[in-house]
């Protein structure tokens, strides 16, 4: 049988080395594959719907800030400085796209039979281990962006000690920042990657 006396013993120990595990990750240790709630695989997909749709709607608008920066200082920047605001922006768009490419699954999918949720499902939190590993990857990306915007003021911009210490404190915030950003993105995509391997499982077990 699946869950042998051996097995029984060894549940409660896993789950409490591990009190962050998901809903799905627990159900899966807590009982046979036979009996799992495919309802409650159901329930994430429909969580994952709303959160996916949340997740578009704030990466589309992250643009809004500096699309209003750049119609409003263009006139006022350096060559140099438009350049690397345009390699900038011709950077971001692409990965824009694909990353509310990679929501879509959740975002978009339909109440269809209950076996298609557990696919549908799988599908999205593999998508999100890639999100994850953008955006961690995203944050060295923005340093070099900003270290190349105050090298441009270094070199064509009327520095003062005033500028000097606001660049310092800027690039320095932004950097701690970056780090907290980059070890979140980290944790988040190995917890996907635990999720995935679940999900995986599960459907193997059903097949």
Known sequence: MYNTDKEKQKTPTAVAENPQDDTLSALWQAQPIAAIDLEKVKANLSSERKKQRWYMAIDSLAFVPGAYLLVTYWETLSLVAQTIYLLL????????????????????????RTSDHLTQLTKQIKNNVKIS???????????????????????????????????????????????????????????????????????????
């Open 89 to 112: 922006i011709c950077s971001a768009i692409p990965l824009l796209v694909y990353q509310l490419w990679l929501r879509r699954v959740a975002a978009f999918y339909k109440d269809n």
């Open 133 to 207: 590993f953008i955006t961690k990857h995203s944050t060295w990306v923005a340093l070099l962006f900003g270290f190349a915007f105050i090298m441009e003021r270094i070199l064509f911009g009327e520095l003062t000690q005033e500028k000097v210490t606001r660049m310092i404190a800027v690039m320095t915030s932004m950097s701690v920042a970056m780090l907290i950003w980059f070890i979140w993105a980290h944790k988040r995509q190995k917890r996907f990657e635990r999720q995935l391997k679940t999900l995986e499982e599960i459907a193997d077990q059903l097949c």
